[in-house]
């Protein structure tokens, strides 16, 4: 399952869920601003341009935490299967 697959809208497994959940809070204590990117972009559907306008940072910035941030969240939620 890939972070993706967990992240699915149409997800209809709730363990994957919460395992996205409990890795994305466990991501938020390393790297606080990458979380707050995660939200906005996966969740909150904003575009790499809209969530730096929001942080005040680079879309540069945004796009590497955000790379980031998937391969971290993907690692994690792989170790629960």
């Given at each position: 399952m890939t972070l993706f697959e967990?992240?699915?809208?149409?997800?209809?497994?709730?363990?994957?869920?919460?395992a996205l959940?409990?890795?994305l809070v466990a991501?938020?204590?390393?790297?606080?601003q990458g979380a707050r990117i995660v939200e906005l972009?996966?969740?909150?559907g904003l575009s790499v341009a809209e969530v730096?306008?929001?942080l005040?940072?680079?879309?540069r910035t945004v796009e590497?935490?955000?790379r980031a941030a998937r391969a971290w969240l993907a690692?994690?939620?792989s170790e629960v299967d």
């Open positions: 967990v992240a699915s809208p149409l997800e209809d497994e709730p363990a994957a869920v919460v959940d409990e890795a991501f938020a204590e390393i790297d606080a972009r996966w969740f909150g730096a306008a929001l005040g940072v680079s879309e590497r935490s955000w690692r994690r939620v």
